[in-house]
């Protein structure tokens, strides 16, 4: 699917020991934003962070090193990520979600000719 021009940026973040049912949260999101058909969505593990308990979370400290941030950043249709939003709510999540207005720009790679 390519997408491109005007779109939505939905970053929803939770910590990576957060569970839905005994699987990570992170990819139960993941999942439901591929069955509901959605452009893409990433993952991406923070390295130290804090949230509304403003405790400081760490990879440096063996001891602070759970709970660490987790990003899943998902881009598609406005109207696509809107319908998506209430597959969400269901989860309870415990964390933020943010959603911004972005432009697409599709990145293609060297066309490599004969």
């Known amino acids: 699917m390519t997408l491109s021009g005007r779109a939505v940026r939905l970053t929803i973040l939770v910590d990576d020991t957060d569970t839905w049912h005994h699987r990570p949260m992170f990819t139960e999101i993941v999942h439901r934003a591929h069955a509901a058909g959605l452009a893409g969505a990433s993952v991406f593990r923070g390295m130290e962070g804090f949230g509304a308990g403003q405790v400081v979370h ?23 990520i809107r319908a998506f939003l209430p597959r969400l709510e269901e989860l309870s999540i415990e964390g933020l979600a943010v959603l911004d207005q972005v432009e697409v720009v599709p990145c293609r790679g060297r066309q490599v000719t004969g």
């Open 58 to 80: 760490t990879t440096r400290l063996l001891s602070m090193a759970d709970d660490l941030p987790v990003a899943v950043v998902i881009v598609d249709a406005e109207e696509k």
